[in-house]
């Protein structure tokens, strides 16, 4: 008898954003405001649209979740993982990371009901899904404690 594969999808994004406060960096999370996940807070997420290549899809949804449209881009190398028992597949999701600046303004769409800037402590502490603190830690490591590598930058 054979072995049967999970299938994994890649069908979307994550983004996590940076802002520099003081010496370190804060990262912005969203509350969701949605029937999946409700309440949960999360950093920003999305699909991959028609045409889209992924980091195409994280600016559009930066820009669609959050109103910023100034940032630096950057892939982390990390990957949000999901899987549905309900549909029996690992859903993966490339998380890139954005620089913002000190005074930039979030204006919401109606996905999210809240947002805050938080520490890398807080945020790992808040965040609700299993993994997400081990995506915001890689993060800090290689993107706020240290220079970026230049051949991640994205934009």
């Known amino acids: 008898m054979g072995n049967v594969e999970v299938p ?3 069908t979307g ?3 996590i954003l ?3 406060e003081a010496e370190s960096y804060n990262v912005l999370l969203l509350k969701r405001n949605a029937k999946v996940l ?3 807070w999360c950093y920003i997420g999305g699909a991959i649209e028609e045409g889209e290549t992924a980091w ?4 559009r949804e930066i820009e669609e979740e959050t109103g910023i449209t100034d940032l630096s881009l950057y892939a982390s190398n990390q990957f949000d993982r999901i899987y549905s028992p309900g549909q029996n597949y690992i859903y ?3 998380v890139f990371v954005g620089f913002v600046s000190e005074n930039q303004e979030v204006e919401l769409n109606d996905e999210h009901s809240e947002y805050i800037w938080a520490t890398f402590d807080e945020a790992v502490e808040t965040v609700s899904l299993p993994g ?3 995506v915001l830690r890689s993060i800090e490591k290689h993107f706020a404690r240290r220079t970026p ?3 991640l930058k994205i934009l």
């Open 8 to 10: 994994v999808r890649c």
């Open 13 to 15: 994004i994550a983004v």
């Open 18 to 20: 940076l802002k520099k």
């Open 38 to 40: 409700h309440d949960v």
């Open 56 to 59: 195409q899809a994280a600016l």
């Open 92 to 94: 993966m999701a490339p």
């Open 132 to 134: 997400n603190d081990d």
């Open 149 to 151: 590598l230049p051949d």
